[in-house]
């Protein structure tokens, strides 16, 4: 006899040869399907799923609706069951020679005996230490244990590396993206589709705030967005980002308008290491953050962020955390720099320019974070299955559905392309 509590419901089970050499089927089932490299295939718009707390990890609909070949450009029919955006944020710690210790689940940051700032842990998915920032042994136990990584920046954003837990126990994922890194034909099949994307949503850009004087380059940047299909390796992949980076930042001047037309934000053209301008110093420091923020993504679902496909390994370069980047450096950096400017969020008082290079001041850092952050977390209707979504959460979706491509759940990669 079976008890349902809930429904408070007693129901009679004959036990006949039958049911018992069925039950023993699908628990053999079960084992064989728990180690397969593939799960497999999520169920098909199944109520179940409603109610599953593994659907933001599976991503039944996500999954299936990208399984359609050729691939529909919109999926309509997935349902909400992503959420739009996690209450928790990253906990940035800039103050030079400032200490991160904790007090029961509680993290507090100090600077000689003062307290700074207090955040508890389920208010944080990430602790950014930036520079000369020491964080206490049992912190680093508690945020292992808790599964929130700490990422560590230098005080200008350049990314060293990740402090995580063993919470992940998937080594197959990694396992799939080393082969796919290993096949040349497959590196260029997902360099294709991070340079589309790229190239789509940097012309979609100017398109939408370059005014009609970036109209030639809009039109000549589809030109060479055409030729991204029949591109047949990395080199010739590599040479068409470049024409479209060059025809983009060619223009990107146009889209900055600063409050009373200040010319500190003029730009002429894109220069780094070190950059020669206040837009070029925010652009570089944004696309800083926006790698360590891809490389999290990328760790949490249990891919190596420095084995990349499009960018090659090559020592301390995060090549797959770059790779996923590139869909979303117009639409998080570049659009962040632009509304820094163009609403006086950052003034020229925040930079220090000298023959080295310039440099953004704390207060300048401070401030684009904050546009940074608010970027990330603004809502936007996904391109591709029509919810509402958090750019941070778009980042970590996209991570999550690279590694379903990876391990060959469906094909091709489609980068997001905004509208
Ligand atoms: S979300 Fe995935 S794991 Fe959960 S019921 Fe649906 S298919 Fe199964």
Not at 36 to 43: A, D, G
Not at 50 to 78: F, G, H, K, Q
Not at 181 to 204: H, I, L, P, S, Y
């Amino acid at each position: 006899m079976l008890y349902f509590a809930a429904s408070r419901t007693r129901v009679d089970v004959a036990f006949t040869a039958d049911l018992e050499a069925q039950a023993l089927r699908a628990v053999a089932e079960a084992r064989q399907a728990t180690s397969r490299r593939t799960p497999p295939p999520p169920l098909e718009h199944s109520k179940k799923c409603v109610a599953c707390s593994l659907a933001p990890i599976c991503l039944p609909d996500e999954t299936n609706a990208l399984r359609v070949v050729p691939p529909a450009p919109t999926a309509p029919d997935v349902r909400r069951l992503y959420p739009p955006r996690t209450h928790a944020q990253p906990l940035y710690v800039q103050e030079q020679g400032a200490v991160v210790g904790k007090q029961g689940e509680t993290l507090v940051v100090k600077k000689r005996g003062e307290v700074l700032a207090r955040v508890r842990l389920k208010e944080i998915d990430q602790l950014v230490v930036c520079g000369n920032v020491q964080v206490s042994t049992q912190t680093v136990h508690l945020l292992c244990e808790a599964g929130i990584p700490v990422v560590h920046v230098s005080s200008g954003h350049w990314f060293y590396g990740i402090t995580q837990g063993f919470t992940l126990r998937n080594a197959f994922e990694k396992a799939a993206q080393f082969e796919v890194a290993a096949d040349r034909e497959r590196c260029v099949e997902f360099a294709r589709a991070f340079v589309a994307a790229k190239g789509q949503n940097q012309r979609t850009m100017l398109r939408r705030n370059g005014g009609p004087e970036v109209r030639g380059a809009v039109r000549e940047m589809r030109r060479v967005l055409d030729r991204i299909e029949t591109a047949a390796s990395l080199e010739e992949l590599l040479g068409i980002e470049g024409q479209l980076a060059g025809l983009y930042f060619e223009s990107f001047g146009r889209m900055l308008r600063p409050p009373a037309g200040d010319l500190t934000f003029a730009f002429e053209n894109r220069n780094r290491r070190p950059p020669r301008d206040p837009v070029n110093a925010m652009l570089s420091f944004g696309y800083a953050m926006l790698v360590k923020e891809c490389a999290v993504a990328l760790a949490s679902v249990g891919l190596d962020p420095y084995w990349g496909l499009y960018h090659q390994p090559r020592h301390g370069r995060p090549g797959l955390a770059l790779d996923l980047m590139e869909e979303f450096r117009p639409v998080v950096v570049d659009s962040a720099v632009i509304t820094a400017v163009n609403t006086g969020m950052v003034r020229p008082r925040d930079f220090v320019t000298a023959a080295s290079g310039c440099a953004m001041k704390d207060t300048g850092r401070k401030r684009f974070i904050s546009a940074f952050a608010s970027r990330l977390d603004q809502l936007v209707t996904h391109p591709i299955f029509e919810y509402r979504c958090s750019w941070r959460q778009m980042i970590r979706l996209q991570a999550r559905l690279l590694g379903r491509c990876l391990r060959g759940e469906f094909r091709p990669y489609r980068g997001l392309v905004t509208r």
